[in-house]
């Protein structure tokens, strides 16, 4: 079963794009639920987003440096049943 | 049938409340000190006697047991909870407005809350923060149901009908309608006795009563303004014109039936407020009758937008009275300088 | 030598702190998504005093709680589907989606909605208690409250009167260290709070609110001074929040070092590890339970996507009780 990973809405600026800045887990890894998966930056802070659960990363789809809008998938993750 | 003053038939009325359930009790502040004074203006004199369970003394604490009242109505009491001056209630507001007016609401409709909740109100010499009208800062909230008697008559069948209300209910009275009768009543009183009769009664919670049926303009007005309502009438009638005297009494929700049907017959609206014409329940009044009667004159004889000023002279001049309603009635008949 | 049914019990309380938990994170993660309106504020950390203290309680007696009362709830004994419907605003919230996140409640189950006002539901507990009393129920009211409140005048007012009355009110003061983002003793001269019972003349103690058994032990032991008409008491239980003050908050206030701390102190593990250590449960059992209340969260938030919404006909229901009506 897979999840989708979106960008969540981590901004102090309600609705604005945040920039992927550096993946901490490569497509294959083992994750666990609240692992931090990326970094990425808002426009108050760089923040990390964590996996919403335990499972292997399926797909990487954000490139750093690019802006994502809030609710954009980002990645999959196959979830542990 | 017993002639009585406000005070006594609210004492009355309490009191067969209680009698009549178990779960109707009195808090407040010294309104059951053995040998005390039965409330500020005697209302519960006596009835610690009769109640010794069901009469309890607070310390002075608003908002504490305006909270204290309200939990104990969600779990099933029926409390008649008081402030010695209307005033006061500003310290209760939060128990007040933002739970035992909403716990129902955001409950989904699990929760009752049965709470009566009496305040005297108007200006009596005491200066401006024991002086308030404030009737405006509750008719606006909704979950609470507000009513303010000008006799004894509508004081006890409403007092009755709100104890018997699953909902919580503000009774407003005026200090100068206590009674010329009783312990501590007021220089300056009118007389506010009626005839009461001895078997039970209650009075509807959202019914305005008209005291004198007329033509040409309606004249609203509630607690003291009611009696001048009805004295400008009499005048009036002396010089030809045919004033309908009503006395608002339910104020949330308005009895818009009565009063829009008044307004509809006359044609022009003369409400009657004491407490700053800014914001009061007479705006409310005005704008629901101009919203069903376009081309209706609507006028509002109100206090000086002020707190409320402690020399004679100056507090006489806040007060609305019945010359001010006459003149004003008069030209709204008549035309101005008539 | 362990009473007959007292491994079942303690593994209920494990078991119910783990809901919690699950449920919290559950909704952390579901708010991140976008997929929930308002905002929430959560418990993570607090498991023990929420599940602690209802568990000294009786079915019929009841609870008070906060903005966030998710945990409270939880504890008491509400469902993750009636809570999730009504965090989504489904009619079939335990509120018909009429309170939301910070007035999630049950009557049924002895939980008044949620008072959002910081320190507004400690009089009304006291009247609640003052109800029970004057009825001779017998039934206790327990008020949560955060150390925040201790500064409003409600909870001086509150408490006093439950006093003077010897009220059946348990004062549950959750003693976080922050008001938000206010650390305690900028805003108290004695930050201990169980303190402030002396002047009150009631019974008041500290308790260490990680420890899910000590507060259990310290509620039951007020719940018997209560239904003894000996007067209210004053808990303080001891704890931390391991996530921010509500939905947007990255807890910037709460130095590294303290919050390393108290995350080394989880109520969880350091009741997981003391059930196991005592051989009531071991490693796989714990997973059991975890697993199982993930698999709870996710069936609720299944059918919780898809109840049904309130129709405008809703809108205006509810405001007043007509005569007669339950």
Same mark, same amino acid.
């Given at each position: ?81 | ?256 039936? @009565?009063? /829009? %049907? +008044? =307004? ?9 407020? &004491?407490?700053?014409? $800014?914001?009061? !329940? ?16 609507? @006028?509002? /004889? %109100? +206090? =000086? ?9 100056? &507090?006489?001049?806040? $007060?609305?009275? !019945? ?16 | ?326």
């Amino acid at each position: 079963m897979w999840i989708d990973v979106k960008m969540p809405d981590l901004s102090a600026t309600e609705g604005s794009d945040i920039m992927v800045k550096r993946w901490l887990v490569a497509e294959g890894a083992r994750v666990k639920r609240g692992q931090p998966l990326l970094e990425v930056e808002t426009d108050k802070a760089t923040t990390e987003v964590e996996s919403a659960a335990t499972g292997t990363v399926a797909e990487i789809l954000a490139q750093p440096d690019v802006k994502v809008a809030i609710g954009q998938v980002i990645a999959r993750i196959e979830v542990d049943l | 049938m017993r002639r009585q003053g406000i005070a006594e038939a609210l004492r009355d009325a309490i009191a067969e409340e209680m009698e009549r359930d178990p779960c109707v009790f009195c808090i407040g502040e010294d309104i059951g000190v053995p040998g005390g004074w039965g409330g500020a203006f005697t209302v519960t004199l006596g009835l610690e006697r009769k109640f010794p369970d069901r009469v309890i003394n607070t310390p002075i604490a608003e908002l504490g047991f305006f909270g204290v009242a309200t939990g104990a109505a969600i779990m099933g009491m029926r409390p008649i909870v008081d402030v010695q001056y209307g005033d006061f209630l500003f310290l209760a507001s939060d128990q007040i407005i933002n739970n035992a007016a909403k716990l129902r609401y955001m409950s989904g409709g699990q929760i009752r809350t049965p709470m009566v909740m009496r305040a005297p109100v108007g200006a009596t010499g005491r200066g401006a923060q024991h002086a308030q009208n404030m009737e405006r800062y509750f008719t606006g909230v909704p979950g609470l149901k507000v009513v303010a008697p000008s006799n004894a008559y509508d004081a006890k069948g409403l007092l009755k009908a709100a104890v018997r209300d699953d909902n919580p209910v503000v009774i407003f009275k005026h200090k100068l309608l206590y009674g010329s009768k009783g312990a501590r009543a007021e220089p300056g009183a009118v007389d506010a006795t009626s005839d009461i009769p001895d078997g039970d009664y209650v009075v509807p919670l959202d019914k305005a009563s008209v005291m004198r049926k007329g033509s040409e303009v309606s004249i609203l007005g509630w607690l003291l303004t009611a009696h001048f309502a009805l004295q400008a009438a009499e005048q009036l009638a002396v010089e030809g014109i045919d004033a309908e005297a009503i006395d608002v009494r339910a104020l949330a929700p308005l009895d818009l039936s @009565t009063l /829009v %049907a +008044s =307004a509809r017959k006359t044609g022009r609206v003369l409400i009657v407020e &004491e407490g700053p014409k $800014r914001g009061g !329940v007479g705006a409310e009044i005005a704008a629901s009758l101009c919203e069903r009667l376009p081309g209706l004159r609507v @006028t509002r /004889v %109100a +206090s =000086a937008d002020v707190p409320v000023p402690f020399s004679p002279p100056l &507090e006489n001049a806040y $007060r609305p009275n !019945v010359v001010r309603v006459v003149a004003t009635a008069r030209s709204l008949c008549r035309g101005v300088g008539s | 030598m362990s009473a007959p049914g007292e491994s079942e019990r303690r593994l209920e309380l494990l078991d119910r702190m783990i809901r919690i938990r699950e449920f919290e994170e559950g909704v952390r993660f579901l708010f991140l998504e976008g997929s929930m309106p308002g905002t929430i504020h959560q418990c993570q950390g607090q498991e023990a005093t929420a599940v602690g203290v209802c568990a000294a309680l009786r079915p019929d007696d009841f609870i008070t709680s906060t903005f966030r009362g998710h945990g409270h709830a939880i504890a008491k004994g509400l469902g993750e589907q009636e809570l999730l419907d009504e965090l989504f605003g489904a009619s079939t919230g335990c509120c018909k989606g009429k309170g939301g996140s910070m007035h999630v409640g049950n009557m049924r189950k002895g939980m008044i909605p949620g008072i959002a006002i910081v320190g507004g539901g400690i009089p009304l507990a006291a009247g609640m208690a003052l109800a029970f009393k004057m009825q001779k129920t017998n039934q206790v009211v327990a008020c949560f409250f955060g150390d925040g409140a201790v500064a409003e005048g409600a909870f001086h007012e509150g408490v006093n009167m439950a006093a003077i009355w010897r009220l059946p009110a348990i004062f549950a003061c959750e003693n976080n260290l922050y008001g938000a983002s206010t650390r305690i003793d900028l805003v108290m001269k004695n930050p201990r709070v169980a303190d402030r019972a002396v002047s009150y003349g009631i019974a008041g103690e500290t308790v260490d609110g990680n420890d899910v058994e000590a507060v259990h032990a310290a509620t039951e032991r007020a719940a018997a001074r209560c239904r003894a008409g000996d007067g209210p008491v004053l808990l303080e239980l001891l704890t931390y929040r391991q996530t921010g003050h509500s939905r947007r908050d990255p807890r910037q206030y709460q130095p590294e070092a303290e919050r390393k701390a108290w995350a080394g102190r989880d109520p969880i593990e350091i009741f997981a590890d003391r059930l196991q250590a005592e051989g009531v449960i071991d490693e796989a059992g714990v997973e059991h339970i975890r697993s199982r209340a993930t698999q709870r969260f996710a069936e609720a938030v299944e059918k919780a996507r898809s109840a049904p919404q309130p129709s405008i006909d809703d809108l205006e229901t509810d405001v007043f009780a007509a005569e007669g009506a339950p």
